[in-house]
């Protein structure tokens, strides 16, 4: 069966410091990968997607970046943390046909910029 | 571009009474429908999903899902509420046209408080 792994759960960060978020998932090829932000609780907002290696869509400007160096790895990153940047961060992935339309979430990262 | 709306922040429901918790959606060509829920601190977890088929769709733990067309919505329903369903409810959204690589749009959330 197919897992979704995200680390690290909690993260405190001071401003100005870089960030490095990982996601990968096990049990299945070629997902498309997704970075989404939560903030205060609410609304979830795409960030980063993916369908391959080195195939990245960004859906928003903003401080952040992603990866994908190997198929079922997705890494969030930035060089220099703004407090605007904290926020509750989840991975996700999900296909394009049949059962896989729905996403699969990871348990999500808890970013705090201080 | 697609959108979902959840025009409730919070609803208030007690224990043993139905529950609705409503979606309205925009999305061109046919809509594929999703709800999530999440407990605190956690990711988001499948409840169910519209494909195409019966308009009424059953999911886990008791909730079930009418689709509309008419009224382009997608409600959540439970016929009696328990405390334990006290979570953040997401419905979610993605068009069946183009690959649908770019995910899934989602509600702002609804805050869903069971009463005992």
């Known amino acids: 069966s197919q897992t979704i792994h995200q680390w690290p759960a909690t993260l405190v960060q001071p401003v100005g410091s870089p960030l490095s978020l990982e996601c990968t998932v096990e049990?299945?090829?070629?997902?498309?990968l997704y970075w989404y932000r939560q903030a205060a609780g609410r609304g979830l907002q795409l960030l980063f997607y993916?369908?391959?290696?080195?195939?990245i869509s960004s859906e928003v400007p903003q401080n952040l970046s992603a990866s994908r160096p190997q198929d079922r790895q997705f890494i969030l990153s930035s060089k220099k943390l703004l407090l605007s940047d904290s926020g509750f961060y989840l991975c996700a992935w999900g296909g394009s046909t049949g059962v896989t339309l729905k996403l699969f979430f990871g348990s999500g990262t808890q970013l705090s910029v201080l | 571009a697609q959108s979902v709306a959840q025009p409730e922040d919070q609803v208030n429901v007690a224990e043993g009474n139905p529950l609705t918790v409503k979606c309205t959606y925009s999305?061109?060509?046919?809509?594929?429908l999703f709800w999530y829920v999440q407990y605190p601190n956690r990711g988001l977890q499948f409840l169910l999903k519209?494909?195409?088929?019966?308009?009424l769709v059953k999911g886990s733990y008791g909730f079930e899902a009418e689709f509309n067309k008419s009224q382009t919505s997608f409600h959540l329903k439970k016929p009696s509420a328990l405390v334990s369903d006290s979570a953040l409810y997401f419905c979610?959204?993605?068009?069946?046209?183009?690959?649908?690589?770019?995910?899934?749009?989602f509600g702002k959330g609804t805050h869903l408080i069971i009463q005992p």
């Open positions: 049990g299945t090829s070629n997902p498309n």
């Open positions: 999305v061109s060509g046919n809509p594929y």
């Open positions: 979610a959204v993605r068009s069946n046209s183009g690959g649908g690589a770019d995910g899934l749009t």
């Open positions: 993916s369908v391959g290696i080195g195939q």
């Open positions: 519209y494909i195409t088929g019966d308009n």
